[in-house]
């Protein structure tokens, strides 16, 4: 048996045409052209090459974009005074800080400074909190999910894959990914285990998984025998072999030949990371106008 292979490049492409799009033009008929502000701090050679994958998709689907790049040693309080004016920005919907920052930021000091009403990465205290209790969404407060979780959550979803009542076993417990994916599926009524590197016998949980999210960041890590057959594998994992290569952290071949369902790296996750980042800035730009009665 040979798994399905989930596309993540092509459910991006149709989520873009056949939601985003259309709600752009909504926007754009009332004057609206939704905004997001990248900052970027420093050299990190990834996030250039991500955030230029950013700004490429804002260009295609017709957002307005900025970047705002600083030296690896300006103050920090001028990466804040920024971010505060971007807060009044009524041009800017969506504000994002590119991670990692250089260590002697004050990583969570910049993340709380952001309103949480344009946090969408989602990385704000509040809507971090939102992933566990309920809140009303009654247009006053924003709720963003995490852009790769979120994208995780919609691949599922787009491909049918039922997911109440399913063992989902996530492996890795990063704040970008594994904590809120296993918050998001609980809510979607999952029994969840989180695995992460003081896991003994990561096996012992992998096996049982009917849904198996892995985002830990070590190629090959998770092989055919620690998949149970006919199980939905969705690798999170980027790396960059010493040969060049991009790999996840499954070893696709081995576990295609023993999941119903997986996704390849590239073209899986990733599209759908960058798409929900432009769901989320256009789900911003709606409810500030909602709350400012123009829509
Ligand atoms: N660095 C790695 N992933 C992300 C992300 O989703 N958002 C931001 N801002 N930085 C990242």
Known sequence: MSAKIIDGKAIAKQIRDSEL??????????????????L???????????????????REVGLHSETHEFAADVPQADVLSRIESLNRDPRIHGIIVQLPLPPRFDMRALLEAISPDKDVDGFHLYNVGALVVETADDGTKSVFPPCTPY???????????PIEGQNVVVVGASNIVGKPMALMLLRKNATVSICHVKTRDLAQFTILADILVIGAGVPNLIVAPM???GAVVIDVGINRLDNGKLVGDVDFAGVSEKAAYITPVPGGVGPMTVTMLMVNTVAAAQRQMARAGNF
Request: proline letters at 6%; glycine letters at 12%; one cysteine or more.
């Open 21 to 38: 799009k259309p709600d752009i033009l909504g926007l754009q008929a009332h004057g609206i052209t939704p905004g997001l502000a990248v």
């Open 227 to 229: 998949v149970k057959r």
């Open 151 to 161: 994208g995780v959550q919609r691949l599922l979803e787009y491909s049918e894959i």
């Open 40 to 58: 970027v701090v420093g050299n990190d050679p990834a996030s250039k090459v991500y955030v230029g994958q950013k700004m490429k998709a804002c």
